[in-house]
Each structure stands twice: as C-alpha cells, then as structure tokens.
C-alpha cells in the first residue's frame, strides 16, 4: 500500500537505507539532501520503504505544486528491486490532488508509458564509463577534442582546490546571463549542500589555472557509483585555453579503472551537448512527466518565476554596481 507523508511522518533512517539499497541509487535521494535543496519536501512510501517517492513542493498564490528543484536532475521513484509498469503508474497515480501542477523528472528506472492525461517529455544526461582505461575512454574522444586535448597540453593549465565560493561568481560574472532559472536563492544553498556532501560523501572542487590565474571552477559530488558534475563555470581566458576540457579529462585521468561513471547532467543546450558527447560519453535517458489541472496554473506559476528570476538578476546587477 502507498502511503502519503508529510515531511515530519518520513522516517529518514529509513528513507535513507531505501536510497542505498535501490536499484537506482543516486545522491540526490538521500533525505539530507533534499533537506537542503527542497526543505519541508513530502513523500510517498509503500508500506516497508521497499520504495520511496519525494516530493518536492512550493506554494504561490496559496496553491502548492509539484516542481524539480535545483541541483537534483532526476528523482523519481526509488526501489530496493525492480518496479513492474503497474507499480510505477500506481506510485504516479498517488500523487495527493492537492498537488495541483506537477514538473518532475524521474529517474533511467521510471521509463514507461504514463496515463494519457499526462504530459511528457524525455530527457538526457551522458555518462562517461569509468570502469575502462583510460587509453579505452580517450580512444572515444571525438577528433578535435584528441587535438584540442593536445593543444592544451602544451599551455601552463594547473589543478588547485578552491572554495565554493570563487565557482559560484565565476558563474555569475560569466554564464547566469544565459541560464535565468537560476536564483539568487539557489546560489545561498550550493555552499550549505557543498559543506554536508563533504561531510558524508565526497565534494571534488577544483579550479582550473593558466600562469597561476583562474579561468575555470567546477564542482563534482562523488557518491556510490557517479561522479556527478553539479556546478562549474569558466571565463573568457578558460573559454579561450580549453580549462573545461582539461578538468574533465583530468578526472577521467585520475578515477578511470574503477566501478563508476561521471555523469555530465545533461543539457538541452545543443553546443554543451555536444561538448559532453566529445568527450566519450553515453547517452542515458529519463522522463519529464508533466501535469497541470488548469493550463492557466501552469502558465501562471512559470510567469511568476520568470519575473522572480529577472528580480534577482536585477538586484544582483545594482549591488555590484555600489
């Protein structure tokens, strides 16, 4: 039987075992952080915690909904064995009616068919396989990466540990022009999600430099079998010099001939999709399932976002600017 609970009834322990034992266990599961990125989230729960389902929600207009939040590219339904077609529907279906739109992305597990009064779309990340050699994986590189790779070993590119910090305003001074469903908001949690992955897992953050100056900064979450890509940025001189291609490669260096894969996270940007793709990687794909009672909840709840979005971006500006 599925159960809804609310946030105070989950029984993180639990919950948390369910996320290590699943067939598609993955960090972003883990009741600690969800705690961090979608505080006060609910759930659904079969009766033993064989199988859990997060819910991640907010509330605008006094109407609450379902949403995928930051930092978390797939949710979805996690089992301790593999869910039949039915199971999976029934878990979809028990999403409580107050929930009056729902956004969310499952995981590679939650692929069937959904009932027709729902919306989907499929989605895609790429996943490196760290198991081979690394002469195997660079042997998938496209061409031009095996030359720019060999370009950029001719330039005094170096790998330091930075803070948190310095990666998030290299993405704001470089790239939050071009991603506007970021908010200020989402900045404030990286570091508190940063801090608590190094404390139970393992936080890789890295800065990429030419001539002791920083062009790049990226942050990798390790956890079971992923190396997942979270959070990163370069500038115009690490754009220039190939600092995005030198640390990927560089982690592939360092962690292949091991039972894990580095998980790009995807992209719907044509140009960043082929990025990842050049580097030797694997197409994986999952569903976006999309439902909405009214279309006018759903094109309400965006608009609202997209002005909260261009508020923050505009107050941003202004205190740099003072």
């Not at 292949?256 to 694997?282: A, I, Q």
Request: charged residues 20%; hydrophobic residues 35%.
């Amino acid at each position: 039987m599925i159960r809804y609970l609310h946030n105070s009834e989950i029984d993180k322990s639990r919950w948390d075992a369910c996320i290590d034992q699943s067939v598609y266990s993955i960090i972003y599961g883990y009741s600690w952080y969800l705690d961090i990125i979608s505080p006060g989230w609910d759930a659904l729960v079969d009766d033993d915690y064989g199988a859990v389902f997060p819910l991640t929600w907010k509330q605008k207009f006094g109407i609450s909904y379902l949403t995928q939040p930051c930092y978390a590219q797939q949710l979805g339904i996690f089992s301790k064995e593999t869910l039949s077609c039915g199971q999976i529907i029934s878990f979809i279906k028990a999403i409580p009616e107050k929930y009056w739109h729902f956004d969310l992305y499952l995981n590679p597990q939650n692929g069937i068919p959904y009932p027709s009064n729902m919306g989907f779309r499929e989605r895609k990340t790429y996943h490196v396989p760290l198991h081979l050699s690394y002469p195997e994986i660079a042997e998938r590189y496209t061409t031009d990466t095996k030359k720019n790779l060999k370009a950029i070993a001719k330039r005094n590119l170096s790998l330091k540990p930075i803070d948190p910090q310095q990666v998030i305003e290299l993405y704001k001074q470089n790239v939050w022009h071009k991603t506007p469903g970021l908010k200020q908001c989402d900045f404030s949690v990286l570091p508190k999600l940063v801090k608590e992955v190094s404390s139970r897992k393992e936080c890789i953050i890295l800065g990429v430099y030419e001539n002791d100056v920083l062009s790049a900064g990226t942050i990798f979450f390790k956890s079971q079998d992923k190396i997942i890509y979270i959070f990163g940025a370069s500038n115009a001189a690490g754009r220039k010099n190939g600092a995005m291609r030198f640390v990927f490669d560089q982690i592939i260096r360092n962690y292949c001939n091991n039972k894990l894969v580095l998980d790009f996270e995807g992209s719907s940007v044509d140009s960043v999709e082929h990025f990842y793709k050049s580097l030797g990687s694997d197409k994986v794909t999952f569903l976006n399932i999309l439902h909405s009672k009214f279309d006018i909840l759903g094109t309400v709840i965006k608009a609202n976002l997209k002005i909260s979005n261009q508020i923050a971006k505009w107050q941003i500006i202004h205190q740099n600017a003072d």
